[in-house]
């Protein structure tokens, strides 16, 4: 078993079960199934979200791994993306508990909690109206730098995402939204992978998934050479050399990310 637990939790729990503390947890609820529970609680008036996994079970396990998909079996993953993450100097959310018992992966019970990020705006509500009514282009630049900025910090840290859309880059609005002073998170890491170093398969489907996101929001060809550049960190021309293959698959797998959202669309099970 392996429980760390922080202010408020660490006082709120002392000389209780965790586990069963956790469970009582109330909130808005934004996913309850029978492996997973995700809502919002509040504690002394701060809010915080609650990721509880109940195991998903050897059928789910067996399912996952003959369809090539690596199962998440349960809040270590997340937990250890953002231990990775925060170490690197990426901008996320902050763990204050999380806990994992029991040694069977399909059983296994565990959860964590993480503080509210707020005020903040996820990218793809900020720019959803950008097509008609354009940002300033310096703001325009400054974000994508800094979208460029997280995700090869990211990447650097040996973590990949696994659903790196533009929903899970959170843009702070306690202040002013200005070029020079803008502040992005990234958050929703459950399904992320931690590595010594991520493999440029997986880095290359992040990148994917990042550009299938953004396809509809007006972004010219030079904005997406201007995420590359800062991405790499170097000059445009070595990028586009060096790059080609990548620059290639990045259209066809976004193209087939779109295939496979209106199809789940159209079967009532949106991506």
């Known amino acids: 078993m392996r429980l760390i ?5 660490k006082s709120l729990w002392a000389g209780h079960d965790a586990f069963a503390e956790v469970e009582r947890l109330q909130g808005q609820v934004y996913r309850e199934l029978e492996a997973r529970r995700t809502l919002r609680t509040e504690v002394d008036g701060r809010g915080y979200f609650v990721k509880i996994h109940r195991g998903i079970g050897w059928g789910e396990i067996l399912k996952n791994l003959l369809t090539a998909r690596a199962p998440v079996l349960g809040a270590a993953q997340e937990w250890r993306a953002l231990r990775r993450l925060t170490e690197a100097g990426v901008p996320t959310m902050r763990a204050v508990a999380f806990g994992e018992r029991g040694g069977n992966p399909a059983r296994q019970h565990s959860f964590l909690i993480t503080e509210e990020l707020a005020p903040t705006v996820s990218l793809e509500d900020f720019c959803l109206d950008w097509p008609s009514r354009p940002p300033a282009p310096r703001l325009k630049h400054a974000l994508i730098a800094e979208v460029a ?7 650097g840290a040996g973590v990949n995402h696994r659903d790196c859309y533009l929903c899970h880059f959170l843009l702070h609005t306690d202040r002013p939204i200005e070029p020079d002073s803008l502040r992005l998170s990234l958050i929703d890491l459950h399904r992320a992978q931690s590595r010594a170093r991520t493999p440029r398969r997986w880095r290359d489907k992040d990148l994917a998934a ?9 972004l010219t060809r030079r904005d997406e050479l201007r995420f590359l550049r800062g991405y790499f960190c170097q000059p445009l021309r070595r990028v586009l050399r060096e790059e080609a293959r990548l620059i290639a698959r990045l259209e066809a797998q976004a193209g087939r990310l779109l295939a496979r959202f209106r199809r789940k669309a159209a079967e009532g099970n949106p991506l």
């Open 5 to 9: 637990l922080s202010e408020p939790f």
């Open 149 to 155: 900025r997280l995700t090869a910090g990211m990447h």
């Open 210 to 218: 990042l550009y299938f996101s953004a396809l509809d929001i007006g």
